[in-house]
Each structure stands twice: as structure tokens, then as C-alpha cells.
């Protein structure tokens, strides 16, 4: 049987922020994975030369189009970056919450082994109490 302690709830609190910890890292890292692969996208599209032998007026609508794709490939960056800081914040949550929860959790171990050992300390002291009784009964029986 498993004693129950007053850091039972405790540990349940820190648990539970550490899930929710850990539910942050996990939609901080898909953000960072949607950006990467947005600014990988941007960046194809920043390299490619429509440019051919055409009139110049394609040739400006090209280089409109050129200049649209390298403001949306900074803007990428910026929201990698973002996406990035963000990642870090929540790894940084995360791992506070972590050691929070294990050292609660090692407190609580600590607290139910001190409870265990006091409950077989009781049992072992009534164990020989009773086996006094019954030595000094049965001498008392014997005289």
C-alpha cells in the first residue's frame, strides 16, 4: 500500500504544469517547423528567374514580382526568428517546470519511505512486544 502525504496534491500541481509545459513545447516547436518550411519556400521563390527574352514590360512585372518575393522572404525570416525565441522560451518553461515537478517528486518518495519505514518500526515494536507476552507468560506458566 502506498501512504498518502500532504505533497500528493503538490506533486499533482507541478505535474500538471509541467504537461501544459510540455503542451507549449510542442506548439512552439510545430510553429518553428511551419516557418522553417515557409522560409525554405521563400527562398526557392526568391532564387527563381522568370526573366526571359520577353518584352519590358514583363521584365517589370518580373522585377515587381522579384522585389514582392524577397520583402515576403525577409518577413519569413522574421518570423523564423520569432518562431525561434519563442522555441526557446518554452524549452526554458519546460525544463523549469520539469525540475520542479522532480524535485517534488523526490520529496514525495523521500516523505512515503520515511512513512513506510516508520509504519514497519511500529509493527517490528509490536511484533516484539507481543513476543515478550509470550515469553513471559509462558515462564510465568513454567514456575
Same mark, same amino acid.
Not at 502506498?2 to 500541481?13: E, F, G, H, M
Not at 523564423?80 to 525565441?85: C, E
Given at each position: 500500500?502506498?501512504?498518502?502525504?500532504?505533497?500528493?496534491?503538490?506533486?499533482?500541481?507541478?505535474? $500538471?504544469? #509541467?504537461d501544459h509545459a510540455l503542451d507549449n513545447l510542442a506548439? *512552439?516547436?510545430? /510553429?518553428?517547423?511551419?516557418?522553417?518550411?515557409?522560409?525554405?519556400g521563400m527562398r526557392q521563390e526568391a532564387q527563381s528567374d522568370g526573366r526571359a527574352a520577353m518584352t519590358a514590360e514583363l521584365w517589370?512585372?518580373?522585377?515587381?514580382?522579384?522585389?514582392r518575393a524577397l520583402q515576403a522572404l525577409r518577413a519569413a525570416e522574421?518570423?523564423?526568428?520569432?518562431?525561434? $525565441?519563442? #522555441?526557446?522560451i518554452a524549452?526554458?518553461?519546460?525544463?523549469? *517546470?520539469?525540475? /520542479?515537478?522532480?524535485?517534488m517528486r523526490r520529496a514525495q518518495e523521500k516523505k512515503r519511505s520515511e512513512v513506510t519505514e516508520e509504519w514497519d518500526r511500529r509493527d517490528r515494536r509490536a511484533e516484539d512486544?507481543?513476543?515478550?507476552?509470550?515469553?513471559n507468560s509462558a515462564n510465568a506458566k513454567a514456575q
Amino acid at each position: 500500500m502506498v501512504p498518502k502525504t500532504r505533497l500528493d496534491r503538490v506533486v499533482q500541481l507541478r505535474e $500538471r504544469s #509541467e504537461d501544459h509545459a510540455l503542451d507549449n513545447l510542442a506548439r *512552439a516547436q510545430t /510553429s518553428l517547423g511551419r516557418a522553417t518550411a515557409r522560409l525554405a519556400g521563400m527562398r526557392q521563390e526568391a532564387q527563381s528567374d522568370g526573366r526571359a527574352a520577353m518584352t519590358a514590360e514583363l521584365w517589370i512585372l518580373e522585377e515587381t514580382a522579384h522585389a514582392r518575393a524577397l520583402q515576403a522572404l525577409r518577413a519569413a525570416e522574421k518570423e523564423l526568428a520569432g518562431a525561434m $525565441r519563442k #522555441e526557446q522560451i518554452a524549452r526554458a518553461g519546460y525544463v523549469a *517546470a520539469f525540475r /520542479s515537478a522532480e524535485a517534488m517528486r523526490r520529496a514525495q518518495e523521500k516523505k512515503r519511505s520515511e512513512v513506510t519505514e516508520e509504519w514497519d518500526r511500529r509493527d517490528r515494536r509490536a511484533e516484539d512486544e507481543l513476543a515478550t507476552l509470550r515469553f513471559n507468560s509462558a515462564n510465568a506458566k513454567a514456575q
